[in-house]
């Protein structure tokens, strides 16, 4: 292998050590602890994994968690009075609505009924918006990390050309305004892209953010380029459950300077900073 391996597990570590020095000096110059309450409607079990680990994680780093869980076939209405109780509760800074939601519940009209200052997804119109014309923002967790780990590795980002494969709300969109943000020269290839191997060729950062298991095999990466695997999909492989990436891991880090593994690359850096929005969200609380 000749790329350097981006540890996203260890980075995340730090992280998470930086927000719990921030939270114990909160609570004792200011008496605050920040407060994160995460709504969970319905039992996929993908999200119940993700949604303990962020409780769990959260007590952690020394915040308050707060859990909502609610039956599959809670009424729209009602996950919008739980939403509005936690905009109005001091206590609680951040607040997470995990997705997907179920089919009968409109999740725009959902998302944007969370306070947007309490938005630690950055997911609501407002935050899109401030985010989209570089103004302060809450930041979506996991392109925020992805960045995180760019920014350590290359110092400047200024010049490079970044391609964002994906165009999701979630990752896709607001990591590609992270780079313009950096000036990096951004390009969006989505399933519609015409000949994305040539446009992956030329990126000095490839974001792979799809959810194809390992569609984006090493021959398309440029040599030397750094590469951002966000995918975390579960397949069958040799009679055995593995998770991989959207990128094939052995081929691309023959040619890649630098990748993230999959798992311990991206994943465990978006809930470090979930945990960072909530202490920031607190912060600005708190004046
Ligand atoms: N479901 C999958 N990823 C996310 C995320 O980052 N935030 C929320 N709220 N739901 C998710």
């Not at 020095?21 to 909160?26: D, F, N």
């Not at 990752?171 to 191997?197: E, F, N, W, Y």
Request: hydrophobic content about 40%.
């Amino acid at each position: 292998m000749a790329a350097t391996l981006i540890d996203g597990k260890a980075f995340a570590a730090k992280v998470r050590g930086q927000v719990a020095e921030h939270v114990a000096r909160l609570k004792e110059e200011h008496g605050i602890t920040p407060g994160l309450a995460v709504v969970l409607v319905g039992e996929d079990p993908a999200s119940q994994v993700y949604v303990r680990s962020k409780g769990k994680q959260t007590v952690e780093v020394g915040m308050n968690s707060v859990e909502h869980k609610l039956d599959a076939d809670t009424s729209e209405a009602d996950l919008l009075a739980v939403v509005e109780q936690l905009n109005n509760d001091p206590s609680i800074h951040g607040i997470l609505v995990q997705l997907p939601l179920p089919k009968h519940m409109n999740e725009d009209l959902v998302i944007n009924s969370i306070a947007p200052e309490k938005d630690v997804d950055g997911f609501h119109i407002s935050n899109v918006g401030l985010l989209g014309t570089g103004q302060k923002s809450m930041v979506p967790c996991t392109p925020l990390g992805c960045l995180m780990m760019l920014r350590d590795h290359h110092g400047s980002l200024s010049g490079m050309d970044a391609v964002v494969i994906g165009r999701s709300n979630i990752v896709g969109k607001p990591m590609a305004q992270l780079l313009l943000g950096d000036s990096c020269t951004v390009t969006i290839a989505h399933s519609r892209t015409k000949d994305l191997p040539d446009v992956v060729r030329r990126a000095d950062i490839v974001v792979a953010a799809v959810g194809r298991p390992e569609m984006v095999p090493g021959d398309w990466i440029k040599e030397g380029a750094t590469v951002i695997d966000v995918g975390i999909n579960r397949i069958e492989r040799d009679g055995k459950t593995k998770l991989v990436g959207d990128v094939d891991f052995a081929s691309a880090a023959e040619r890649a300077g630098a990748i993230t593994p999959v798992p311990g690359g991206v994943g465990p850096m978006t809930i470090a900073c979930l945990l960072a929005n909530t202490v920031t969200a607190a912060c600005r609380a708190h004046g």
